[in-house]
């Protein structure tokens, strides 16, 4: 009977052990199958996103100007349907910090106002200026086979000049940003030639302007540049235009095909324009009608 009970005993060890055991085995076998934890990173407000030590990029823009020495006033800029910005100086340092976009400039001095011209401006942008009482720039106007012109208009920031006899100007802009052209009277014709771009932000010593002053013919009318497109505002008795039946207040909507919208009267005056005998094609609109009509290019007498 003891003997039976003590087998019994030994028997009840043996099974608990081995259930341990199997547990223990469970467990570890579990522990390995699980995916490691990966810990949550939350970024706050307050978070740094660079490393400490690391440049830190400028999310605005900076406008210096500097003007004459010892003279107050005040450069405005302004951003299209925003508020205002100004820096004020006694000094002649001005300095501004914009948000990226478009913003117009000026300069309040001495009891009067210039603009300085419009300015697109990205995040980390330095723009800079000179600002003067008095702006100079020289310039030489040229013909097509790079001789001088003389007695040539030159105009542009509002200023007018003439060339001299070597075909040299000195124009004094009275804004900070413009299209300067010079123009050429060849007879009964104006000429133009293309705009040489002057900015205080971007300021060059001199400029040269190349005019052809090659033989032209018209058909004898002024075009004016009108919100409507372009405009004739004026018609030279006896002309091609006048026996075409051209009459003022006609809009040329297109010449030789091409759509003058949004052109500038320069840019039609060149196609109208030609070597004489040619013709060239207009669509007119006229009182809600369109017409078209043909018409000869000849030379024209300034006195005619």
């Given at each position: 009977m003891r003997r039976r009970l003590w087998v019994?005993?030994?028997?009840?060890l043996l099974a608990a052990a081995l259930f341990v055991g199997m547990r223990q085995v469970d467990h570890v076998r579990t522990?390995?199958?699980?995916?490691?934890?990966?810990?949550?990173?939350?970024?706050?407000?307050d978070t740094p996103t660079r490393a400490a030590g690391a440049s830190v990029e400028r999310d605005y823009a900076t406008v210096h100007c500097v003007g004459p020495e010892g003279a107050s006033g005040t450069v405005w800029a302004r951003e299209a349907g925003g508020e205002a910005r100004t820096a004020a100086s006694d000094d002649g340092q001005y300095n501004l910090a914009l948000a990226p976009g478009t913003w117009s400039l000026s300069w309040q001095h001495d009891e009067r106002w210039t603009n300085l011209g419009t300015l697109d401006l990205d995040a980390g942008d330095v723009a800079e200026c000179q600002l003067k009482t008095r702006w100079a720039l020289a310039g030489k106007v040229v013909n097509l086979l790079d001789e001088p012109l003389a007695g040539v208009e030159v105009w542009g920031c509002g200023d007018t000049v003439e060339t001299d006899e070597r075909g040299e100007f000195t124009l004094n802009p009275r804004k900070g940003e413009c299209l300067v052209r010079a123009r050429v009277r060849d007879g009964a014709l104006s000429r133009h030639s293309e705009g040489a771009y002057f900015s205080v932000f971007d300021p060059v010593e001199s400029v040269k302007l190349t005019l052809d002053d090659s033989p032209v013919a018209g058909i004898g009318v002024l075009i004016a540049q009108v919100?409507?497109?372009?405009?004739?505002?004026?018609?030279?008795?006896?002309?091609?235009?006048?026996?075409?039946?051209?009459?003022?207040?006609d809009m040329i909507v297109a010449i030789d095909g091409h759509?003058?919208?949004?052109?500038s009267s320069y840019e039609a005056m060149d196609e109208i324009t030609g070597d004489e005998g040619t013709v060239v094609k207009l669509e007119i609109r006229r009182e809600g009608r369109t017409l078209d009509v043909t018409v000869r290019r000849e030379r024209f007498e300034a006195d005619d």
């Open positions: 019994m005993v030994v028997l009840g522990a390995h199958m699980r995916k490691p934890r990966v810990p949550e990173i939350r970024i706050g407000r919100d409507e497109g372009i405009r004739v505002d004026g018609v030279r008795p006896e002309s091609p235009a006048e026996e075409a039946g051209l009459e003022n207040g759509d003058t919208e949004g052109w």
